[in-house]
Every structure is written in C-alpha cells, then in structure tokens.
C-alpha cells in the first residue's frame, strides 16, 4: 500500500485507567480498515497499540508494525501484520514517517509524547511536510496544548505549529483533517 494510503498511530503501550481509550483506539483501527488505509504504527500487541491494530486486521485492513528487535518480547509483537524489525527507537520512527501520510495521536504516556513531539519539532523544521491530529477522550491531551499556547505566546514556538497540530474528536474527523 503506497505512503499515500498509510496513516501512522502513535499510542499508549497501556490501556489507561478508563475503558473509553480501547474503545477509541479500536474504533479508530476499525476505521482505517473502513476507508482501506494501512494502518503503520510501532507493532507492538500490548495496550492502546494492540487493540487499533487488532481491530484494523479484524476489519480486513492492511497494518505495518515497526518494531525495534530489543522490544519485541517486552511489547508482545504483533504476528497478524507485516512486520519490520529495526536495530533503534530513532530508526523506528523515521521508518514510520516515510511510509505514512499523516500522523494519528491517541492517549498515551512519555514514548508517545517523545515521539510526537519530535515529528511535530520535524514539521516545525521544515523537513517533513506531514500534518498530525491528537484524538482524545475526556481531553486527555488538553494538557498539552496548554503547554503549546503557552510556549507560543512566551516566544518560544511558531505559531505554525496550530496549523501542523491539530485536534479531532472522532477517528473520522481525524482522517478527514489529514486529507484522507
Ligand atoms: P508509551 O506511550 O510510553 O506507552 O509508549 C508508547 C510507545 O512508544 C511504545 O511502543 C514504546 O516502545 C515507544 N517509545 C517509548 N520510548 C520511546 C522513545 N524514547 N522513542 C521512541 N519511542 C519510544
């Protein structure tokens, strides 16, 4: 499935406390498979991650799980997916950028905030012209955009970044607002 097809998930490795975050991230998986995207995420079977990418497959969808090799066993690899093993965190995501068209954020803790927060610092450079949505519930990522008013106003953030982090509260409108 060509880039163009392929939406990117970053997402907690845990389900968090209430039960509304899986039925996100599988009714996101579940849309991917609906609109025939690939889903491309860190393939991992556990969590947030787990649950999108089990219900892309369940839905018929095509998923590409990226996978360092020394997380494997931690992160209970998923085996219904095509998946790549790579040597490091940094290759993972830089091979999750070149095969996908946007980027999805749902909940998750400090590797999906790490990872997000690069790509959006990458955006912010100039070197990847690739839009992200946060999907939320209950304004899980609130937080974080206080944090980003915050360092725009003080001076410290372009004020582009408004445009490159955007924010959706269904897994429709979140491919619709990366043009899918
Ligand atoms: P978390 O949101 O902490 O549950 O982590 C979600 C995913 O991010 C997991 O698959 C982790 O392997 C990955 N991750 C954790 N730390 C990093 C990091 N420093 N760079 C890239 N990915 C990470």
Redesign the pocket.
């Known amino acids: 499935m060509p880039k163009q097809r392929s939406v990117c998930l970053f ?4 389900n968090g406390k209430s039960s509304a975050y899986a039925d996100l991230a599988h009714a996101f998986g579940r849309e991917t498979a609906a609109q025939k995207l690939r889903l491309v995420y ?1 393939g ?1 079977g556990i ?1 947030l ?1 787990g649950v999108a990418a089990r219900a892309a497959r369940e839905g018929g969808g095509e998923v590409l799980g990226i996978m360092p090799g020394f ?1 494997s066993s931690a ?1 209970n690899a998923f085996d219904d997916c095509t998946l790549e093993i790579v040597e490091t ?1 940094h290759e ?2 830089a091979r999750m950028a070149t095969e996908s068209a946007g980027f999805v954020v749902l909940p ?8 997000v927060v690069e790509v959006l610092s990458w955006t912010n450079l100039g070197l990847f012209p690739m839009k992200t949505v946060f999907l939320d519930h209950n304004g899980y990522w609130d937080g974080f955009f206080t944090l980003l008013e915050h360092s725009i106003n003080e001076g410290f953030t372009s004020a582009s970044v408004r445009d490159q982090a955007m924010r959706a509260h269904s897994p429709q409108e979140a491919l619709q607002k990366l043009g899918f």
């Open positions: 997402c907690g490795s845990r860190g991992g969590g991650m997380l992160e965190l993972r995501k998750g803790g400090l590797g999906t905030m790490e990872e």
